[in-house]
């Protein structure tokens, strides 16, 4: 029984398999679970890289999901903001300091609000 060592697994040659008519091949993890078999030494090689990239597939798309989550916080906290009657009279003038047209208000207290507002909101996320 020959065994090759790919990413972690042993891969073992298990010989010819008379009912199917072919040899097979089996990969071991470190726990000694048979996490792959194949027909071919390539095909379990390849069974490996795909788990892999699925594993690495799941990771990312969790960390997409959480700032996903993270902005639909912050979403709710600037619909929040934008219904307070300072910032609704700053959007009606327009003003430098919230960005949405020139002039100057008094909207600059509501601003540095918002953004207290989504920093906490996104500190407590990280807790």
């Known amino acids: 029984m020959s065994a090759y060592l790919y990413k972690g697994y042993k891969i073992s040659n298990l010989g010819y398999h008379q009912p199917d008519h072919c040899v097979w091949w089996e990969a071991v993890d470190k726990n000694g679970c048979a ?3 194949g027909n071919t030494l390539r095909e379990v090689e390849m069974l490996i890289n ?13 960390e997409i999901e959480k700032l996903r989550a993270e902005n ?21 003038r327009g003003c430098e300091n919230c960005g949405f047209g020139v002039g100057s208000c008094d909207c600059r207290p509501f601003v540095d609000v918002i953004k207290k507002m989504a920093e906490k909101e996104v500190k407590n996320d990280a807790k």
Do not use: P, T
């Not at 795909?50 to 969790?62: H, P």
């Not at 639909?72 to 009606?92: N, P, R, T, Y």
């Open 35 to 37: 996490c792959f078999h």
């Open 50 to 62: 795909d788990s892999e990239w699925e594993d690495k597939l799941k990771v990312k798309d969790a």
């Open 72 to 92: 639909k916080k912050l979403i709710v906290v600037l619909e929040a903001a934008l219904k307070s009657e300072g910032i609704q009279d700053c959007l009606k």
